[in-house]
């Protein structure tokens, strides 16, 4: 049985490698991504993440955005 989590990131690279990686496994269901500002702005931050939903075809997974 897969583990629900939701990730909280701000994802440059290292977490969009991160976000691959956790939507690959099949130990763990993720419910929600919450995209926060780290060495960027909210608003770039939210897009990468939007950005890496559609490339890995994962658009059902709910996002929200700190502000």
Known sequence: ???PIIIDCDPG???AI????ALA???L?????TSSAGNQTPEKTLL???RMLTLLKRPDIP???AR
Do not use: F, G, R
Request: hydrophobic share 60%.
């Open 1 to 3: 049985m897969a583990l």
């Open 13 to 15: 690279h290292d977490d």
């Open 18 to 21: 991160a976000l691959v990686l």
């Open 25 to 27: 496994s099949p130990e």
């Open 29 to 33: 269901e993720v419910k929600a991504i």
């Open 48 to 50: 990468n993440v939007l």
């Open 63 to 65: 996002v929200a955005a």
